[in-house]
């Protein structure tokens, strides 16, 4: 519930915490070591979602909703773009349909914001978005990071939304066969810290021509590595902060 450095948003909101390993992209995720160093620092909200394996932390399964932190947006008077559930997925299967139809109306009450949600859950995504309201101000991606996982687009191409993005994040293999019809959005990036897995520059090629073929706007993130800070986010001799047209 803070500004971000994320360069894509300039807010996050968790009113869930805490979420399950699902495929191969959740392995080093950042949101696990930031979880267990705020657990460590005695936030309660915290506590118990994320355990010690060998050297790293992994999330535990268990959820946390936090019905305290629902109204924080109402409280930003300047809009902004908030990631929603940058420590958790909203359409975690633990999550009740009840606390997104609150997550939902929050939203509603607050046009002034742009929301970003992310999930790898596309499906439970679709199922339980059929019965709410398409927001103006609701953005609805899902992650890609190979191409064992190109059916999330197909998934999320059936959901109405005023945005449908894929963050390509962290990019872990070749996705040269991803269809991006009717996806405004594409996101790539590189795995970043201690333990990152490398990217490769023609991946990056693959998606900046299906991009360029399906008129999806392409947002370069970072190269990543051990220390995303040295090897930049330039691609191609220049930044790319393409955003979708709303």
């Known amino acids: 519930m803070a500004e971000t450095s994320i360069e894509w948003t300039d807010a996050t909101w968790n009113p869930v915490a805490g979420c399950t390993v ?19 620092m005695g936030l309660e909200k915290y506590r118990s979602l994320t355990r010690k394996s060998g050297c790293r932390a992994v999330w535990t399964g268990k959820i946390r909703l936090d019905h305290a932190a629902l109204h924080v947006p109402s409280n930003w008077r300047r809009p902004r773009r908030i990631f929603v559930n940058s420590m958790s997925d909203l359409f975690h299967e633990a999550v009740s349909v009840d606390f997104v139809r609150s997550v939902w109306s929050v939203m509603e009450g ?5 929301y970003q949600i992310l999930t790898k859950r596309p499906n439970r995504m679709a199922e339980i978005i059929a019965s709410l309201p398409t927001l103006p101000n609701v953005w609805l991606g899902t ?4 191409a064992d996982y190109l059916t999330r687009i197909d998934v999320l191409r059936q959901v109405n939304a005023v945005v ?27 795995e970043s810290g201690p333990r990152a897995r490398p990217m490769r520059s023609e991946w990056v090629d693959e998606i900046e021509s299906a991009c360029r073929e399906a008129g999806t706007a392409f947002f370069f993130k970072q190269w990543g590595g051990a220390r995303k800070k040295a090897t930049g986010r330039r691609y191609r001799d220049q930044t790319f902060d393409e955003m979708p047209l709303v």
């Open 110 to 114: 607050t046009p002034r914001h742009t």
């Open 22 to 40: 699902l495929s191969p992209g959740c392995t080093n995720c950042y949101a696990m070591r930031m979880a267990a160093r705020l657990q460590a």
């Open 143 to 146: 992650s890609v990071e190979n």
């Open 164 to 190: 449908r993005f894929i963050s390509f994040e962290p990019l872990l293999g070749s996705v040269a066969a991803a269809d991006l019809r009717y996806i405004h959005w594409a996101i790539v990036g590189g």
